[in-house]
């Protein structure tokens, strides 16, 4: 199995994760990245534990990667108009995960995971377009009119999936409902926010505001989301937008968030789309990860955390035997369960979230005050550790 040849279709966070974690294990794969250079402006992922302890831990990246993000000190949740703080999680969560739950500049983390990996495994300026599996090797076929051959495909090619596509031979995306904008602000533009060290959450009728600060400079990343429009009127999952359209659903907002939002421009509306589970993600020598195995609208903020889960336990997996099948077989064994309820959590989450004033979102708010909220409903997430559990019916109990 060691001199497999693999193509990683896509150098996002979960390519990049798993071309680092097969090498450690004595694999060469090769990654085909459609970008000309591996950089997404203006975005930012918050990650937890669950995928930090493979950062901080067996992939070696503690000390460069200490230096790019920010470690969040609380998980705060308040009342998007009157500001009221509903709810506060704050306690050692390093102590007590044994890694840290930090923000991130999406740019800064594909940074130091392409410098690991080694820019010579990393193919930019390769768009997949098809891939010929009916011989005796996989044949994958790119824009530029080249060809690459393997023995194993990975499709690590995020939510908009072009090998997801090729292997059921239909798009599948589903439009939640829902979309957002989002912005970088800098902390000398927000002098106003409440506890800018903490994730917070600002809830409010048909939409909520998440932010955290990012990077060693405390940047803070800002997700506007609003149950608009729909159904989603655009062919593209980005659509231009202006201020205007940002402000028109919060203009009785709390003024933190109005000075925060307000801070920079928007030019895009980003439609949040999803996916529905499948039962298979491997199809003859394809093998899906990631975004493209299982998109999730990002409530709970757990698409690249998964997605980095997911290559190490597959990277574990093919370590394991000299089986390609089996290894497969395992690996979505072990991981289905795991992705499926983040993806029901993150969709109902939004629910949560966008109760309206009444009894169910007063209801809502005594639960999330409780100080045992966070075990019931965050632990099973963060707590997790891909690469020692079985899939198990762990989780906490609901919010209502
Ligand atoms: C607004 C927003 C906020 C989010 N916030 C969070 C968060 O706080 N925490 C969190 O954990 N997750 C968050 N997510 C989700 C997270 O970004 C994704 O789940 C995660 O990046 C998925 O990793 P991936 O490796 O599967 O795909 P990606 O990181 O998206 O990487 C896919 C790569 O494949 C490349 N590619 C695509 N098509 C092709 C092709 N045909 N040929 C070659 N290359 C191709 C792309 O250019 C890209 O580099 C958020 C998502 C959105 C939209």
Not at 57 to 85: M, P, T
Not at 188 to 202: L, N, R, T, V, Y
Not at 242 to 267: N, Q, R, Y
Not at 349 to 367: F, I, K, S, T
Request: with cysteine; proline share 4%; net charge negative.
């Amino acid at each position: 199995m060691k001199d497999l040849r693999i193509a990683i279709v896509g150098g996002g966070i979960g390519g990049l994760t798993l071309a680092l974690a097969l090498r450690q294990k004595g694999f060469d794969a090769t990654i085909y990245e459609q970008a000309d250079e591996l950089r997404e402006v203006g975005a930012a992922v918050a990650l937890s534990a669950n995928a930090t302890r493979f950062y901080t831990g067996r992939l070696e990246l503690a000390d460069a990667i200490s230096k790019v993000w920010y470690e969040v000190q609380a998980l705060i949740y308040r009342d998007g108009r009157s500001g009221d703080k509903i709810a506060e999680h704050r306690f050692d969560y390093k102590a007590r995960y044994g890694a840290p739950y930090v923000g991130i500049h999406r740019a800064d983390l594909q940074v130091v995971l392409s410098q690991a990996v080694g820019l010579d495994r990393i193919e930019l300026s390769k768009r997949l377009l098809e891939i010929d599996d009916s011989g005796n090797e996989a044949v994958l076929k790119f824009a530029d009119g080249s060809t690459a051959t393997a023995d194993l495909v990975i499709g690590a090619d995020g939510a908009r999936s072009t090998v997801r596509r090729l292997m059921l031979g239909y798009d599948d995306a589903l439009y939640s409902g829902a979309s957002a904008f989002r912005g970088v602000v800098t902390p000398d533009k927000m002098p106003s926010m409440p506890d800018p060290e903490a994730i917070q959450f600002w809830m409010g009728d048909g939409r909520h505001c998440l932010h955290y600060p990012i990077g060693a400079d405390g940047d803070h990343n800002f997700f506007l989301v609003e149950r608009n429009p729909s159904p989603w009127p655009h062919k593209a999952w980005i659509a231009p937008t202006d201020d205007a359209e940002k402000l028109a659903g919060f203009g009785d907002w709390h003024p933190a968030i109005i000075e925060m939002v307000s801070a920079v421009t928007c030019t895009e509306r980003w439609a949040l789309f999803h996916r529905p589970p499948l039962s298979r993600w491997t199809k003859g020598r394809i093998t899906l990860i990631g975004d493209a195995a299982h998109a999730l609208v990002p409530h709970h903020g757990q698409g690249a955390n998964t997605s980095i889960e997911d290559a190490i336990v597959l990277a574990d997996k093919l370590a394991a035997t000299n089986d390609l099948d089996e290894a497969r077989a395992d690996f979505e064994r072990v991981r289905r369960g795991r992705t499926r309820k983040i993806q029901y959590a993150s969709i109902t989450n939004a629910d949560v979230l966008h109760l309206p004033p009444g009894q169910r979102a007063d209801e809502r708010n005594a639960r999330l005050a409780d100080p045992s909220s966070w075990d019931r409903h965050l632990d099973w997430i963060h707590s997790f550790k891909a690469d020692e559990e079985e899939p198990s019916d762990r989780q906490g109990g609901t919010w209502l």
